[in-house]
């Protein structure tokens, strides 16, 4: 599959990069079709998730140990079935990180901003993810120094 993305430039992209989110994402309900880019050579610590459905829809990701987070939460059993989970070891959690703008704003709110309240979940094997959102928070963040 070939796309003209604004980030990117043209890209082709296999089927076997393509992570389907069935339900979408909160806010990009017609992404559907996503797939992961990072810097040539990078351990690829920030992921671009890339909208194959909105070329101009990118996302940036991180795995929250990279934030220096040990973050746990259980699936229901209709999220595993989502996901067509049979193996623990296939999931990958991703937050979306964004730039906070820093116009008017303090200190605290300069630099990057996680969000922890409806971490991705993928599965790595079936390749189908979702955002789970938490009504409050129901998991565990530990952070590390």
Do not use: W
Not at 64 to 88: H, M, N
């Amino acid at each position: 599959m070939k796309i003209e993305s604004p980030v990117f430039g043209t890209l082709e992209v296999s089927d076997d990069r393509i992570i389907e989110f069935p339900a979408g994402l909160p806010g990009f309900d017609d992404c559907h079709r996503f797939t992961m880019i990072h810097e040539e050579g990078a351990a690829g610590q920030v992921v671009q998730l890339q909208s194959l459905d909105q070329p101009e829809v990118v996302l940036s990701i991180a795995g929250p140990e990279t934030l220096g987070i040990s973050y746990d939460f259980t699936l229901s059993d209709a999220e595993v079935d989502t996901l067509r989970l049979t193996r623990p070891e296939d999931v990958v959690v991703a937050v979306v990180i964004r730039r906070a703008g820093d116009e008017g704003k303090g200190p605290s709110e300069a630099g990057l901003r996680a969000n922890f309240i409806a971490p991705l979940v993928i599965n790595t094997a079936s390749r189908i993810g979702m955002q789970k959102i938490f009504s409050k928070l129901g998991c565990d963040i530990t952070l590390r120094a």
